[in-house]
């Protein structure tokens, strides 16, 4: 048998303030098991879930890994603007004028992710 992802973690500083920055940025919930001040919170997701754990260390360097978010009913550019409303930030535009590309924006603990074009995006410009 073979091995599936149950989790994607990403370490933090507070595991419940990011884990519900998540969980409104991919219109899920936090676990109902999880409380502020816990060390541990999970985001259940289609797919793996994302676990937050509580670290004493903030963010220094590039991440090695980050999550890429195709979004399912905005556009690419609704979304952005919508995930820049609960608290990220953008980071770097690598958005193009015929409407390739993608943005990369920091969670408010500055991990990087990406939003790319919605499968509608693509399907229109193919």
């Not at 303030?17 to 919930?29: E, H, I, R, V």
């Not at 360097?61 to 995930?83: A, C, G, M, Y």
Request: hydrophobic residues 35%; proline residues 4%; aromatic residues 4%.
């Amino acid at each position: 048998m073979t091995s599936l992802v149950r989790h994607v973690t990403i370490d933090c500083t507070d595991a419940y303030a990011l884990a519900t920055f998540w969980a409104n940025a991919l219109d899920s919930k936090v676990s109902d098991d999880d409380r502020p001040g816990d060390d541990e919170v999970l985001v259940e997701t289609v797919g793996a879930g994302l676990l937050f754990i509580q670290v004493p260390e903030t963010k220094s360097v590039k991440n090695r890994v980050h999550l890429d978010l195709q979004p399912q009913d905005r556009t690419r550019d609704e979304e952005i603007e919508r995930l820049l409303g609960l608290g990220a930030a953008l980071l770097d535009d690598r958005r193009n004028p015929d409407g390739t590309g993608w943005a990369t924006l920091g969670d408010p603990e500055g991990n990087e992710f990406c939003v790319e074009r919605s499968e509608a995006e693509r399907t229109a410009a193919s």
